[in-house]
């Protein structure tokens, strides 16, 4: 009889350990998965663009015979060439500054259906569905790179208005600020632009930067350019008859009376230029977001 109970007893001990052994192993394997990466492709005499929701950090190519080159003007796109026809497949990952892994499989092809690729933050939620690109979460380089995505999304969604009398209409074109922010030393301005015109306004770049308010005859004009973090929301083009919000992240600064804070805008194929003039007084009374 106790022969009998011990074997059950033993027979208990080690189903009960294999079963613990299995789920361990089965928990284990649950915490990896795969997305399958993006296939695009490109072609020698035709540039391909990705455009990504916020600022390039890195890019690593599988093949040399992939040509690629970030665009100075805007550090959220990025332009593929191929060096040479027929190249084997390879792969292309980018880091973006909000912390997210793009992998993508790039091929040849002589005439590509697509050149342009823009991803926006709805890819990015809903890629974990196996949809879009693959996006793997993983440690920022700089955790202010982090703060400044998530502080500029935040004026992004702010309604009220605190600054007035700061803008710039020309051509049915109307731009104007809303309001200037600080956090950890990086300055927030908030924009609107307006088309009253019936034709779309395409964005060929922004300029930042500050320069003199007067000037004497025969002297040059005292220009400093300033490079911004990034810029949030729609700024590349601005649809006939609406209004778009965007914000620039910019390093803080200030200026003196005599200088101005001039943001930009040039039309890409037109002559629609808009130029926004902000004094100091503005930059000084900046409204601090809580830390």
């Known amino acids: 009889m106790h022969k009998i ?63 690629a080159r970030q665009v100075e003007e805007a550090d959220n796109i990025l332009q593929l060439k191929a060096g040479k026809e027929n190249f084997p497949e390879t792969n292309l990952t980018v880091i973006t500054a909000d912390g997210n892994l793009y992998s993508f499989q790039v091929n040849y092809k002589v005439s590509p259906a697509e050149l342009v690729f823009k991803f926006s933050e709805d890819s990015i939620e809903h890629s974990s569905n196996g949809q879009g690109i693959k996006v793997v979460r993983f440690k920022a380089k700089a955790s202010t790179d982090v703060e400044i995505v998530s502080t500029g999304n935040e004026v992004l969604k702010i309604k009220k208005r605190i600054v007035y009398g700061v803008h710039d209409r020309r051509y049915n074109m109307k731009i104007k600020l809303r309001g200037v922010y600080t956090k950890s030393d990086v300055l927030y301005f908030q924009l609107e632009c307006t088309n009253l015109s019936n034709i779309n306004f395409d964005v060929e770049m922004f300029q930042f930067y500050i320069r003199d308010q007067f000037r004497a005859k025969r002297t040059a004009v005292q220009e400093v350019e300033i490079k911004p973090y990034s810029i949030f929301g729609n700024h590349a083009n601005f649809k006939a008859e609406s209004s778009e919000l965007f914000v620039v992240a910019i390093p803080k600064f200030t200026i003196p009376f005599a200088k101005y804070f001039t943001i930009a805008i040039n039309e890409k194929n037109g002559g629609r230029n808009l130029h926004l003039n902000i004094r100091g007084h503005a930059i000084v009374e900046a409204k601090r977001l809580a830390e």
């Open 5 to 67: 109970h011990f074997a059950a007893l033993l027979v208990t001990i080690i189903s009960l350990t294999f079963n613990k052994v299995n789920a361990q192993q089965t928990s284990t394997t649950n915490t990896v998965s795969s997305i399958e990466a993006k296939v695009i492709f490109i072609t020698t005499n035709k540039t391909t663009s990705l455009v990504f929701p916020i600022a390039i950090r890195s890019v690593d190519r599988g093949s040399q015979d992939v040509l």
